[in-house]
């Protein structure tokens, strides 16, 4: 504690009171000498004099104190000397202090962490002029019982610029990457209106005008605020300068847009006119792909209104260019058109867990009401006797409430800490789930509100135990008995059942974070049937440098046989564009199958992919039967290889090689001269989808195909590698979206994986708190009974017994708490069904495991007070009356 | 004689109008002028001297008195010498009130 004394010290010398305080010593002993010298010489004896002097003065010490008074320095001295002797009390008493810290820094820490993801992604608001009238416009229609979503298009967006006059204008802007020195660079192409729709002014030079986006082409950017300060560090010159993409003319930057047009897609470096061409100029093509739809409505409009404005234009649309949709609309029965302001994907479930955390916070208060109640009892002797010497409740009361305010403000700093650390593993969740999405942070908003209602609590939870035990008249009388000293019975019952409910709570969540973590495991330990860690794959675009169709298949030849060059390379192969791995995206189509299909559909459906006969050893999957294709022998027309699941789906119980499949006319029937191992292109998760049918692309002539290394070096390497080889061969070739093939697959977890963090982050907190919660109230009990045991002890019961007693008590309500608990997880864990993977809802071993671990936790937290208990000397316990 | 409430910052702002001084000197300063009849603790004087110090009407600076012992000696500020007429003022005006008050009586 000797700290806390230096630091006061500190203090008194930086306010000046020491150099004070000994000026004042010496002015009043200058004072009694000046007054005993007068009385001395008027013939008073030396001793005499000195006691008359004294007198005349009056109390030295109180007027040393008056004084004092007078600079303001008593405050600053009480609060020391209060902190002081909160933070020794404290320390001695360690074990409440843990469990008081540990319930606050981690209600604060969930509290702070979930808002700062509910503000930062859902509540904040654009950081434009009146964003409340910034709107974002979806297409959307049924799909079955779900509602769909897809973007706009350009001739949507010239029919509402035209005739929806309930806004004051419209923007496209799309997300696209082009290459910049070698590296991929995102971008957004975007309408001329854009910027004056978000309300946002240059910084340097200007945006685009309309006659640069159509008829285009306007070789013009503009760069994105931190485009400009990093790449070009804040040259201010900058406007005028040219930039040379890989491919196309130069392009002038004509201006520096804000940071705040930044919000909207956080992955652009800066903006090229949005371009316009082919199909998508046609009036019937309603909607282009990933293309966005902004707009601003006029001061007043609700979004009803601009809803209902939108369906009509885009019906006359329809009733003008393509009349036959809007047949199948009606005879489909789909009438929604549009959507507002689509909500955030995570949008309820966080609001659901926002609610979860306040819960938590109820609960939290709740415990540490038990803990400081149970602490204030213990040391109602010593009020009383403080009480007796004049102490007054201000003066009981400040004490508590400076102990309170210590045990908040210590949690609240370890509660940010730790919100700090989720946030930072959320954001790298977020940015593998919506790359071009804001990243989290805690705001200082959230930062004043939590330290606002953690001080609220202090005072609360700190002045009420002494406002409970001073009603009771325990301190006042210095009655020591237990009895009258009792706290309502409601409150009781109350913080029993709360407890109670405390433990079924945490049984349901640990039993889904159980079932959760399991699932997770098994989806871990499916074979997805190819090797990923060693493989680089991108996508290459031979048509800017071939335009000719005659070139390709040569030009791809010759990318192969360059990659071959490269030393640590194993195999090269290629499919045509398509995702390799990922949830969306496949080509499929239904087949004939010569003798009809195993399972009796006429045309069973399938997954195709496009490769060559390379690809299943640098994917590393097994050919089980035939042959894999050979360059020169095999075609498109004459034959394929079918997985495992194709032959035993459609070909059971018959010779697959040799069987004939058909997909169109196109193509005829072709010969199955190969059975390759299964693979789970989809994820691991949808190990039971479509079989897979390959399509022999050796000599199919396309510009675009997905290029596949296998390597025994670093991937990253690797892909640098590649790179300049393609540059070799053309310095306009490059290698797109090139990523190590394990990538992507990880990703694919990354979802199932962040609910499982979350659920198991949430049961460990209502696991901490119900055993904080089991130990404040047996804590209480325990205090309350101590007569008892002090005579349970006394005539003879033996300590085992007196800690099996205590133990009872609360074995009873996590008993009780954790049978709710059964009944709730029995059936909420139904709910669950869908995210559980190889894992029943009702697994035996996980529910007892559940039981055995909690009973452990209960048994622990109700046995630390037991033990206290029995510790205590039963003449001490019964000297207490 | 007790002394009134409140009236000892009016006294000694009265005594130090005459020139810088010490505290026991202001003290020694009050009995004589009121002929020994007011009781004034002579440690009051203290916190009062600090207030007044606090409050900017008196500044202290340490110095030697005639004896050669080193004490704090008290002056008036430019603000203390305006308070002064201020007290001077309200006390008449209070007095006046409370006589025409007891006179009425």
Same mark, same amino acid.
């Given at each position: 504690?000797?700290?806390?004394?230096?630091?006061?010290?500190?203090?008194?010398?930086?306010?000046?009171?020491?150099?004070?305080?000994?000026?004042?010593?010496?002015?009043?002993?200058?004072?009694?000498?000046?007054?005993?010298?007068?009385?001395?010489?008027?013939?008073?004896?030396?001793?005499?004099?000195?006691?008359?002097?004294?007198?005349?003065?009056?109390?030295?010490?109180?007027?040393?104190?008056?004084?004092?008074?007078?600079?303001?320095?008593?405050?600053?001295?009480?609060?020391?000397?209060?902190?002081?002797?909160?933070?020794?009390?404290?320390?001695?008493?360690?074990?409440?202090?843990?469990?008081?810290?540990?319930?606050?820094?981690?209600?604060?820490?969930?509290?702070?962490?979930?808002?700062?993801?509910?503000?930062?992604?859902?509540?904040?608001?654009?950081?434009?002029?009146?964003?409340?009238?910034?709107?974002?416009?979806?297409?959307?229609?049924?799909?079955?019982?779900?509602?769909?979503?897809?973007?706009?298009?350009?001739?949507?967006?010239?029919?509402?610029?035209?005739?929806?006059?309930?806004?004051?204008?419209?923007?496209?802007?799309?997300?696209?990457?082009?290459?910049?020195?070698?590296?991929?660079?995102?971008?957004?192409?975007?309408?001329?209106?854009?910027?004056?729709?978000?309300?946002?002014?240059?910084?340097?030079?200007?945006?685009?005008?309309?006659?640069?986006?159509?008829?285009?082409?306007?070789?013009?950017?503009?760069?994105?605020?931190?485009?400009?300060?990093?790449?070009?560090?804040?040259?201010?010159?900058?406007?005028?300068?040219?930039?040379?993409?890989?491919?196309?003319? !130069?392009?002038?930057?004509?201006?520096?847009?804000?940071?705040?047009?930044?919000?909207?897609?956080?992955?652009?470096?800066?903006?090229?006119?949005?371009?316009?061409?082919?199909?998508?100029?046609?009036?019937?093509?309603?909607?282009? !792909?990933?293309?966005?739809?902004?707009?601003?409505?006029?001061?007043?409009?609700?979004?009803?209104?601009?809803?209902?404005?939108?369906?009509?234009?885009?019906?006359?649309?329809?009733?003008?260019?393509?009349?036959?949709?809007?047949?199948?609309?009606?005879?489909?029965?789909?009438?929604?058109?549009?959507?507002?302001?689509? !909500?955030?994907?995570?949008?309820?479930?966080?609001?659901?867990?926002?609610?979860?955390?306040?819960?938590?916070?109820?609960?939290?208060?709740?415990?540490?009401?038990?803990?400081?109640?149970?602490?204030?009892?213990?040391?109602?002797?010593?009020?009383?006797?403080?009480?007796?010497?004049?102490?007054?409740?201000?003066?009981?009361?400040?004490?508590?409430?400076?102990?309170?305010?210590?045990?908040?403000?210590?949690?609240?700093?370890?509660?940010?800490?730790?919100?700090?650390?989720?946030?930072?593993?959320?954001?790298?969740?977020?940015?593998?789930?919506?790359?071009?999405?804001?990243?989290?942070?805690?705001?200082?908003?959230?930062?004043?509100?939590?330290?606002?209602?953690?001080?609220?609590?202090?005072?609360?939870?700190?002045? #009420?135990?002494?406002?409970?035990?001073?009603?009771?008249?325990?301190? *006042?009388?210095?009655?020591?008995?237990?009895? %009258?000293?009792?706290?309502?019975?409601?409150?009781?019952?109350?913080?029993?059942?709360?407890?109670?409910?405390?433990?079924?709570?945490?049984?349901?969540?640990?039993?889904?974070?159980?079932?959760?973590?399991?699932?997770?495991?098994?989806?871990?330990?499916?074979?997805?049937?190819?090797?990923?860690?060693?493989?680089?794959?991108?996508?290459?675009?031979?048509?800017?440098?071939?335009?000719?169709?005659?070139?390709?298949?040569?030009?791809?030849?010759?990318? #192969?046989?360059?990659?071959?060059?490269?030393?640590?390379?194993?195999?090269?192969?290629?499919?045509?564009?398509?995702?390799?791995?990922?949830?969306?995206?496949?080509?499929?189509?239904?087949?004939?199958?010569?003798?009809?299909?195993?399972?009796?559909?006429?045309?069973?459906?399938?997954?195709?992919?496009?490769?060559?006969?390379?690809?299943?050893?640098?994917?590393?999957?097994?050919?089980?039967?035939?042959?894999?294709?050979?360059?020169?022998?095999?075609?498109?027309?004459?034959?394929?290889?079918?997985?495992?699941?194709?032959?035993?789906?459609?070909?059971?119980?018959?010779?697959?090689?040799?069987? *004939?499949?058909?997909?169109?006319?196109?193509?005829?029937? *072709?010969?199955?001269?190969?059975?390759?191992?299964?693979?789970?292109?989809?994820?691991?998760?949808?190990?039971?989808?479509?079989?897979?049918?390959?399509?022999?692309?050796?000599?199919?002539?396309?510009?675009?195909?997905?290029?596949?290394?296998?390597?025994?070096?670093?991937?990253?390497?690797?892909?640098?590698?590649?790179?300049?080889?393609?540059?070799?061969?053309?310095?306009?070739?490059?290698?797109?979206?090139?990523?190590?093939?394990?990538?992507?697959?990880?990703?694919?977890?990354?979802?199932?994986?962040?609910?499982?963090?979350?659920?198991?982050?949430?049961?460990?907190?209502?696991?901490?708190?119900?055993?904080?919660?089991?130990?404040?109230?047996?804590?209480?009990?325990?205090? *309350?009974?101590?007569?008892?045991?002090?005579?349970?002890?006394?005539?003879?019961?033996?300590?085992?017994?007196?800690?099996?007693?205590?133990?009872?008590?609360?074995?009873?309500?996590?008993?009780?708490?954790?049978?709710?608990?059964?009944?709730?997880?029995?059936?909420?864990?139904?709910?669950?069904?869908?995210?559980?993977?190889?894992?029943?809802?009702?697994?035996?071993?996980?529910?007892?495991?559940?039981?055995?671990?909690?009973?452990?936790?209960?048994?622990?937290? %109700?046995?630390?007070?037991?033990?206290?208990?029995?510790?205590?000397?039963?003449?001490?316990?019964?000297?207490?009356? | 004689?007790?002394?009134?409430?409140?009236?000892?910052?009016?006294?000694?702002?009265?005594?130090?109008?005459?020139?810088?001084?010490?505290?026991?000197?202001?003290?020694?300063?009050?009995?004589?002028?009121?002929?020994?009849?007011?009781?004034?603790?002579?440690?009051?004087?203290?916190?009062?001297?600090?207030?007044?110090?606090?409050?900017?009407?008196?500044?202290?600076?340490?110095?030697?008195?005639?004896?050669?012992?080193?004490?704090?000696?008290?002056?008036?500020?430019?603000?203390?010498?305006?308070?002064?007429?201020?007290?001077?003022?309200?006390?008449?005006?209070?007095?006046?009130?409370?006589?025409?008050?007891?006179?009425?009586?």
């Amino acid at each position: 504690m000797r700290w806390i004394r230096e630091w006061g010290n500190a203090a008194c010398f930086a306010f000046g009171w020491k150099r004070k305080q000994r000026e004042l010593d010496g002015e009043m002993n200058f004072h009694l000498q000046e007054a005993i010298d007068d009385l001395v010489d008027q013939g008073h004896s030396p001793e005499a004099a000195r006691k008359m002097a004294l007198r005349e003065f009056g109390g030295v010490e109180k007027m040393k104190e008056e004084c004092r008074d007078s600079w303001g320095a008593r405050v600053v001295m009480d609060l020391i000397r209060d902190i002081r002797y909160s933070t020794r009390s404290l320390w001695r008493s360690k074990g409440f202090s843990v469990a008081v810290f540990a319930t606050i820094a981690l209600c604060i820490g969930a509290n702070t962490t979930v808002f700062s993801v509910l503000y930062g992604l859902i509540l904040k608001p654009l950081p434009f002029e009146n964003p409340d009238r910034v709107v974002h416009i979806y297409n959307a229609y049924r799909w079955g019982q779900k509602l769909k979503h897809s973007n706009a298009g350009w001739s949507q967006y010239l029919d509402f610029n035209e005739h929806a006059d309930l806004f004051e204008g419209f923007a496209l802007a799309r997300s696209r990457a082009k290459i910049l020195d070698g590296v991929e660079v995102n971008y957004r192409g975007v309408t001329s209106e854009f910027f004056d729709l978000l309300g946002a002014e240059p910084i340097l030079g200007r945006f685009f005008s309309p006659e640069e986006v159509y008829p285009g082409p306007g070789n013009v950017v503009v760069l994105t605020q931190t485009a400009w300060e990093n790449d070009y560090l804040g040259d201010p010159d900058i406007v005028g300068k040219e930039i040379t993409f890989l491919l196309g003319p !130069p392009h002038t930057i004509v201006g520096v847009a804000p940071r705040s047009v930044e919000s909207i897609d956080t992955a652009a470096r800066f903006f090229l006119p949005l371009t316009v061409r082919g199909n998508s100029l046609k009036p019937s093509a309603r909607m282009m !792909p990933d293309t966005d739809l902004w707009a601003r409505l006029k001061p007043g409009v609700s979004h009803t209104q601009a809803y209902e404005q939108l369906a009509l234009v885009e019906v006359n649309a329809l009733k003008a260019h393509n009349p036959r949709k809007l047949t199948w609309m009606k005879e489909n029965n789909q009438s929604t058109f549009f959507e507002i302001d689509r !909500p955030h994907p995570l949008k309820s479930s966080l609001e659901l867990l926002q609610v979860g955390t306040l819960f938590l916070v109820v609960v939290g208060c709740i415990n540490i009401f038990n803990l400081l109640l149970t602490r204030s009892m213990r040391r109602c002797p010593e009020f009383s006797v403080r009480y007796s010497f004049g102490a007054r409740r201000f003066t009981l009361g400040r004490i508590l409430l400076c102990e309170s305010v210590i045990l908040v403000l210590v949690g609240l700093g370890i509660g940010l800490l730790l919100a700090w650390g989720s946030i930072a593993a959320i954001n790298g969740y977020l940015a593998a789930l919506f790359p071009s999405g804001q990243l989290v942070e805690i705001s200082s908003a959230v930062l004043f509100w939590t330290l606002l209602m953690a001080l609220a609590v202090a005072l609360i939870v700190g002045l #009420l135990p002494l406002a409970l035990l001073w009603k009771s008249g325990r301190i *006042q009388t210095l009655d020591t008995s237990t009895r %009258s000293s009792s706290v309502s019975r409601n409150i009781r019952f109350f913080s029993n059942s709360l407890v109670v409910s405390q433990i079924a709570i945490t049984f349901v969540l640990l039993i889904g974070a159980g079932l959760l973590t399991r699932s997770f495991l098994n989806v871990l330990d499916v074979d997805p049937g190819f090797d990923a860690s060693h493989v680089v794959s991108g996508h290459v675009n031979l048509r800017p440098v071939y335009p000719d169709k005659q070139d390709w298949v040569g030009a791809r030849t010759r990318v #192969l046989e360059t990659m071959r060059e490269i030393s640590g390379v194993e195999n090269v192969s290629f499919q045509w564009i398509a995702l390799i791995v990922g949830q969306t995206g496949f080509i499929n189509d239904r087949f004939l199958i010569q003798g009809g299909s195993a399972d009796g559909d006429p045309e069973p459906p399938s997954f195709i992919k496009f490769v060559n006969g390379e690809f299943f050893a640098t994917m590393g999957i097994d050919i089980l039967e035939g042959r894999t294709f050979y360059p020169g022998v095999d075609e498109a027309s004459t034959s394929c290889i079918v997985d495992e699941s194709f032959a035993n789906r459609y070909l059971k119980d018959r010779i697959v090689l040799g069987s *004939q499949v058909k997909r169109d006319n196109l193509y005829g029937w *072709q010969e199955i001269v190969g059975v390759a191992a299964r693979v789970n292109f989809q994820g691991l998760e949808n190990r039971d989808g479509w079989p897979v049918l390959y399509m022999c692309h050796e000599k199919v002539s396309q510009p675009n195909f997905t290029l596949l290394v296998r390597t025994k070096r670093s991937t990253e390497s690797m892909i640098l590698e590649v790179q300049s080889k393609l540059r070799e061969i053309d310095s306009r070739l490059y290698l797109r979206n090139a990523t190590s093939l394990d990538r992507p697959l990880d990703n694919l977890h990354k979802d199932r994986e962040g609910m499982t963090l979350l659920t198991g982050v949430f049961a460990f907190l209502a696991l901490s708190l119900s055993a904080i919660g089991i130990y404040g109230i047996v804590s209480y009990d325990v205090e *309350q009974r101590q007569r008892e045991i002090g005579i349970r002890s006394a005539i003879g019961a033996s300590q085992l017994n007196v800690i099996k007693m205590i133990i009872r008590q609360g074995f009873l309500k996590t008993s009780i708490g954790m049978a709710l608990g059964l009944l709730a997880s029995l059936y909420l864990t139904r709910f669950l069904e869908g995210q559980l993977f190889d894992i029943a809802a009702l697994d035996l071993a996980t529910y007892s495991s559940t039981i055995g671990f909690l009973i452990f936790v209960a048994m622990t937290a %109700s046995g630390l007070p037991a033990c206290r208990a029995v510790r205590l000397d039963p003449l001490e316990s019964l000297r207490v009356e | 004689m007790e002394l009134m409430q409140g009236t000892l910052d009016m006294l000694i702002l009265r005594v130090l109008s005459s020139g810088k001084r010490h505290g026991y000197d202001i003290s020694k300063r009050i009995l004589i002028l009121s002929k020994s009849s007011l009781k004034v603790g002579h440690g009051s004087m203290y916190p009062a001297l600090h207030r007044l110090e606090k409050k900017g009407f008196v500044k202290s600076s340490l110095g030697e008195t005639d004896k050669g012992r080193e004490a704090k000696f008290y002056q008036l500020t430019r603000h203390g010498r305006a308070q002064v007429e201020v007290e001077k003022q309200r006390w008449k005006d209070f007095v006046s009130v409370i006589d025409s008050i007891m006179d009425e009586v």
